[in-house]
Nanobody, 127 residues
């Protein structure tokens, strides 16, 4: 059974930094896509950043230049480094994955292709 376990969320002041992590347990594939999504209260879940097994990435316009997605294949762990955080970044952050490949920009804007989801980690940015 595949499990995604996020960690590293918390509270920070505007302009601060946080790094969230997502560890994958269970079956993995040499060809995969993983991503970070977020959902603020009363809003739809949105893509933040995605990465595939080849290292290709795509970012939401709202986080470009501030967030960086990376992976440690040996540890099968996904990271999201968040710098220059803003109050509007406050949300529950979810890790997602599926085994296969796809267009990164398209995957960033879709929910249905993502088969596996973590439980989420809260990020709160105060002004």
């Amino acid at each position: 059974q595949v499990q995604l376990v996020e960690s590293g969320g918390g509270s920070v002041q505007s302009g601060g930094s946080l790094r969230v992590s997502c560890a994958v347990f269970g079956y993995t594939s040499s060809s995969y896509c993983m991503g970070w999504f977020r959902q603020a209260p009363g809003k739809e879940r949105e893509g933040v950043a995605v990465i595939d097994s080849d290292g290709s990435t795509s970012y939401a316009d709202s986080v470009k230049g501030r967030f960086t997605v990376s992976q440690d294949k040996a540890k099968m762990t996904l990271y999201l480094q968040m710098n220059s955080l803003k109050p509007e970044d406050t949300a529950m952050y979810y890790c997602a994955a599926f085994w296969g490949t796809g267009d990164m920009w398209w995957l960033l804007h879709q929910i249905s292709p993502w088969r596996y989801w973590g439980q989420g980690t809260q990020v709160t940015v105060s002004s």
